[in-house]
């Protein structure tokens, strides 16, 4: 048998060690009341940040910005943040930061882009945190478990010094709950929410180097498009020419070919034979 605690000489050094013993019994060793992780048979509801950044080049920024705001509205979010730039001449380059709903990133970012009469820059990317929202709702739990045990203790300490003791523990209990209760309240809304940051750049605006109305990035990538399109007619014209062209060649020139060998022999029997001139006699 285990030998017995001597207790305490007084009630209050009783209390406290009682406070310390349940307070570390829940913090280090079996946690009280502490939910299981989600088995693999439970389904667990996936949550993922989808952000977007896109660049485009438009005739009139503060129009396209207007028009931006006005869409914002209509898929049910807002812009969260504005800023602009402003050149001579009355250039401006803004940019946006655009929150939509998640269910509506994909329609979002294709408006965006069937606005722009050019599309500089685009990246998507999305962040799954579902695991981690599924480990700060069981730290949750098992935190909460923690501070009512904590609050039963208080209730039950007889003693200054072991109410202090205990609420000290509390108190940096409740702060872990309050940030772990924040983390996934930011993990929600970032979720429920898509970002998507647009930049406005003024069509004048990207065109490097432009004289008399040439511009050099404009016929590179023409050229480029032309020779793509060359190769694309090159290759189609190919598999036009083994798969259909070449088999109905064949095929043809098979065709005549025996046409040709039968009037061959028809002519041939036709064609009369020469007389054999006879010997004369052996005298």
């Given at each position: 048998m285990e030998p017995a605690r001597d207790r305490p000489v007084n009630d209050s050094e009783w209390a406290a060690d009682e406070a310390k013993s349940d307070i570390s019994t829940v913090s280090g060793g079996a946690p009280a009341a502490q939910e299981p992780s989600p088995s693999v048979g439970e389904t667990v509801t996936r949550m993922i940040i989808y952000n977007g950044e896109i660049a485009l080049v438009v005739e009139d920024t503060v129009a396209s910005q207007e028009k931006?705001?006005?869409?914002?509205?209509?898929?049910?979010g807002y812009i969260s943040n504005a800023s602009s730039y402003a050149y001579e001449g009355g250039l401006t380059r803004i940019t946006l930061t655009v929150r939509v709903p998640a269910e509506k990133f994909n329609d979002a970012m294709a408006a965006l882009r069937a606005m722009a009469l050019e599309i500089s820059r685009e990246n998507i990317g999305s962040q799954d945190v579902t695991q981690e929202y599924v480990d700060l709702e069981s730290r949750l739990k098992a935190l909460e478990a923690k501070a009512a045990r904590l609050e039963e203790l208080m209730e039950q300490a007889e003693d200054t010094e072991a109410v202090l003791a205990v609420y000290e523990q509390l108190s940096a209990t409740q702060q872990e709950i309050e940030q772990t209760k924040g983390r996934m309240q930011y993990l929600e809304r970032m979720a429920a929410m898509a970002t998507i940051t647009v930049t406005l750049t003024p069509d004048e605006m990207s065109r490097p180097i432009e004289i008399a109305g040439w511009r050099p990035a404009g016929t590179l990538k023409r050229a480029f498009e032309a020779l793509i399109n060359t190769f694309q007619f090159l290759v189609d014209a190919l598999i036009w020419i083994v798969i259909w062209v070449a088999p109905v060649f064949a095929f043809i020139g098979l065709v005549l070919f025996g046409l040709i060998k039968a009037l061959g022999l028809?002519?041939?029997?036709?064609?009369?034979?020469?007389?054999?001139?006879?010997?004369?006699?052996?005298?």
């Open positions: 931006i705001t006005t869409l914002a509205s209509e898929w049910g028809i002519f041939k029997r036709r064609k009369p034979k020469a007389p054999v001139a006879s010997e004369p006699p052996i005298k």
